[in-house]
């Protein structure tokens, strides 16, 4: 691999960027003493600013190292840092990177995680020559998943107890980016992988029906942004089968000799023009008036009498 060092990134909301001392206060408030953001990491909140100066001073005297990459997610809009993104190990051999990130728990479930890995993994892929970017997740802790999957990552399976972190021995799930799958020009690319989700199963009554997988599941939930638990995975999994189970069924229908646009109802055109049969009245309605003056009503003042 070429390695390259920590280089500045920049995304649509988003400056990865090395660490500065003059961050530590924001680095501190955004999330180094936030108990959300380090419950599923290795290392406890810090307690004081002076602690994250001290942890940002041993980040900056490694960046003149090319295999040390360790990029503050500096928020656009707020020209601070909301977390960071780093490399966790480096297999040479096998041109594996590891990836690790945390981001301030105010910042969760807006996207800007999602970025930067996207970034990062692109990075790697492309510009270091990675062969292989990957990263894993304490399983209580599903939206770290989302967030791998979101990016572009590949769900490989879970390894059981192995992994510790501040609540204890745990599962990690782990998910990875190859370069055979690497990203092309924009993340939208990659929806069409996710295209071929349904599988067409016939049952034993004969009838063919839609069965939906547990990833197509996963993936609606990202796109939607939502954090389903297993009964409810089920039960949306059965509503998307019975519903392309009806589409099926509609298009079973010949509707060859069918004019575009046609309705069940009939369909009037509610607008018509206005025909004067009677005269507008207005004669008849005068000859009541107490006062009139130019074809119309005179009334009395009321105010400013």
């Known amino acids: 691999m070429n390695h390259l060092g920590t280089r500045e990134i920049a995304t649509e909301r988003l400056t990865l960027r ?53 990029w503050a997610i500096e928020l656009n809009d707020l020209e601070q840092p909301i977390g960071n993104i780093s490399v966790v190990s480096i297999d040479e051999k096998t041109e594996s990177i590891e990836l690790g990130y945390c ?24 510009e270091v020559g990675a062969g292989r970017v990957w990263a894993r997740h304490d399983t209580e802790n599903p ?8 990016a572009g990552m590949d769900y490989e399976g879970t390894l059981r107890h192995a992994g510790f972190n501040n609540q204890g021995i745990c599962d990690e799930a782990v998910y990875a980016k190859v370069r055979s799958a690497a990203f092309d020009e924009e993340p939208e690319e ?15 009554d004969g009838v063919v029906r839609n069965v939906i997988s547990d990833e197509t599941m996963e993936y609606v939930g990202i796109l939607a942004k939502l954090e389903l638990s297993p009964e409810e995975a089920e039960a949306a999994k059965k509503d998307m089968a019975d ?12 509707t060859s000799g069918i004019e575009p646009m046609s309705h069940v109802f009939p ?31 005179k009334v009395p003042k009321t105010i400013g009498e």
């Not at 999330?31 to 406890?44: I, N, R």
């Not at 969760?108 to 692109?122: D, P």
């Not at 929806?191 to 349904?198: D, H, L, N, S």
Request: no cysteine.
């Open 190 to 204: 990659e929806i069409p992988e996710q295209q071929a989700v349904t599988t067409k199963v016939m049952g034993e």
């Open 243 to 254: 519903m392309l189970d009806y589409i099926d069924k509609l298009e079973e229908l010949d």
């Open 103 to 126: 981001l301030g728990s105010q910042f969760f479930n807006k996207g800007y995680m999602t970025e930067a890995v996207t970034a990062i993994i692109r990075f790697f892929i492309n």
């Open 18 to 70: 090395r660490f500065e001392i003059e961050d530590a206060e924001n680095v501190f408030y955004n999330w180094f003493s936030d108990e959300q953001t380090v419950k599923y990491l290795t290392w406890p909140v810090y307690k004081s600013v002076d602690e994250a100066e001290d942890m940002i001073k041993s980040w900056i005297a490694q960046y003149d190292n090319t295999e040390y990459y360790n």
């Open 143 to 150: 939206n770290s998943g989302k967030v791998m999957a979101a």
């Open 267 to 297: 369909v009037n055109n509610v607008f018509r023009d206005d025909v004067v049969t009677n005269g507008d009245g207005s004669e008849a309605t005068l000859a009541n008036a107490p006062v009139k003056k130019d074809g119309g009503f």
